[in-house]
């Protein structure tokens, strides 16, 4: 086996902000595995948030790719998984890099797509469609952004919340979108009591649900909130393994997956199964990444209830081409073998 990594810089189409801060331009890091002639790719996309960046998955992948070259196996993924939890116990976008390339690289080797070999069929009605996720912004800005996505033909906008004028940012939206459908992330910005009034004025506006209203650190918090809210609660940064889903199974609706939290497709499958035996509906969220990541998450669009795959179409270019989307629904069958992710 012959791995290599490489970063890259993604220049976003407009400035990204949520609650916590501006993006303009991204670093992802890109791994590529060879083996018997074929290449697998697949890339992190770290999070500061998470205690990850560029530098620390380049200071960490050449032990990770050892562990891989080690094993020699690209269908051991369970093992190799082991291994890297050994070498280093967080760093989750650096270990769904190598995580995403081995799937890509297994589906390539047996010459089906990733979905088949997780056993599962890609018609798109069993799939649901992603957002478009429309950034904090003035609100004349959001909603031109919101009118724009909704005349492209997504059928979901997910718009950034935590402001002083939450409220006027999605009646206005409402007005120039009446017929999407609408979902909010504050991103930890409110106060609980301050998240159960906005509730229950966003549910006036027809929300589908309410992403991450307050803090991580405030689970009682979100208990509270999720007690008291009309609208269903949706748990991101207070969700990052399957280990978390036992504790948030009771204060949330819907378990937000993300592979740069889990650690790649492996461990996701983990939450996907921990969150339905609790009860919880589940989503599988990116953050701005490159198609060489977005290709792989799509393919458990069938496990979802919802989808928040958009990472690389906020990007201004990607350097890998991905599956076709059309008005937020990935044409999953068009994948020859693989994840479908493929260097432009
Ligand atoms: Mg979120």
Redesign the pocket.
Known sequence: MNPSFETVELALDVPFTIARGTTTTTENVVVEIEHEGETGYGAAAPSRHYGETAATVEALLPELLEVVASVSDPHARREIHDRMDEVARENPAAKAAVDVALWDLAGKLLDQPVYRLLGLSADSDGCPPTSFTVGLDDTRAMTRRARQAADAGYPILKVKLGTDRDLRIVEAIRAVAPDVTLRV?A?EAWTPTEAVRKCEALAEYGVEFV??PVPAENPSGLRHVHERSPLPIAA??SCLTADDVPAVADRCDVA?LKLMKTGGLTPALELIHAGRAHGLEVMC?CMIETNAAIAGAAHLLPLLDYADLDGSLLLESDSFGGIEVTEGQFDLQSVQHGTGATPR
């Open positions: 992330d991103n992403e991450q991101d940064e937000n969220g």
